[in-house]
């Protein structure tokens, strides 16, 4: 029902920083939890931020509280992902995922089970 395609990933020096996007079509009058996850090989998937397009104060998972940023323009349908002093083990593939209406409260929403849609990830690599 919702499609997703992130954007923005790369390979910078730990330090940089890098936005991520997450462009979502595919349904019109609805609203949706958009949530990013990473996972690294022989990791688990994790959740790193959520944000509720309503309109809500979002969630984010303690280890990147204070580096990384959701935000929304809603005009664009699109969810970014502001990624501050990146380090190396922020190396991963990122996606970002959908869920319709509120997003759940902590820490279910860091739940990957919660999702149906998803995108494609978009690799993140950091070098020191």
């Known amino acids: 029902q919702v499609q997703l395609v992130e954007s923005g990933g790369g390979s910078v020096q730990a330090g940089g920083s890098l936005r991520l996007s997450c462009a979502a079509s595919g349904y019109t009058f609805s609203t949706h939890c958009i949530v990013w996850f990473r996972q690294a090989p022989g990791k688990e998937r994790e959740g790193l931020a959520a944000?509720?397009?309503?309109?809500?104060?979002?969630f984010y998972a303690d280890s990147v509280k204070d580096r990384f940023t959701i935000s929304q323009d809603n005009a664009k349908n699109t969810v970014y992902l502001q990624m501050n002093n990146l380090q190396p083990e922020d190396t991963a593939m990122y996606y970002c995922?959908?869920?319709?209406?509120?997003?759940?409260?902590?820490?279910?929403?860091?739940?990957?089970?919660?999702?149906?849609?998803w995108g494609q990830g978009t690799q993140v690599t950091v070098s020191s």
């Open positions: 944000l509720y397009t309503g309109g809500s104060t979002p």
């Open positions: 995922a959908a869920s319709r209406g509120y997003c759940a409260w902590q820490p279910r929403w860091r739940s990957a089970s919660q999702y149906k849609d």
